[in-house]
């Protein structure tokens, strides 16, 4: 089995900063892009930052300059810098992740979630 664990998520003022984390585990063969999405309230999800195994990166315009997403290989992580945090920030986000376990196919993974608040 396959899991992806999110930390580092919570409230913030406006102009504030937070790291997220997010933990892969398993059986893992090969882990190739790492992601983050998030979802507000009456909103559809969207992606925030992606980030391939040789590190190139892309993100949503709305987070350019703000948010920095980052990998451990070795440690099977992907990390989200969110700086200058804006309310318009606030949502679930998710990590997802394009994995190839070892025993079974090739496959996208989510993580359960963490709620971002950005209020004062």
């Known amino acids: 089995q396959v899991q992806l664990v999110e930390s580092g998520g919570g409230l913030v003022q406006p102009g504030g900063s937070l790291r997220l984390s997010c933990a892969a585990s398993g059986n893992i063969f090969t882990i190739y892009d790492m992601g983050w999405y998030r979802q507000a309230p009456g909103k559809q999800r969207e992606l925030v930052a992606v980030i391939t195994s040789g590190g190139s990166t892309n993100y949503a315009d709305s987070v350019k300059g703000r948010f920095t997403i980052s990998r451990d290989n070795a440690k099977n992580t992907v990390y989200l810098q969110m700086n200058s945090l804006k309310p318009e920030d606030t949502a679930v986000y998710y990590c997802?992740?394009?994995?190839?376990?070892?025993?079974?196919?090739?496959?996208?993974?989510w993580g359960q979630g963490t709620q971002v608040t950005v209020s004062s």
């Open positions: 997802n992740a394009d994995i190839r376990p070892i025993t079974t196919r090739r496959s996208y993974y």
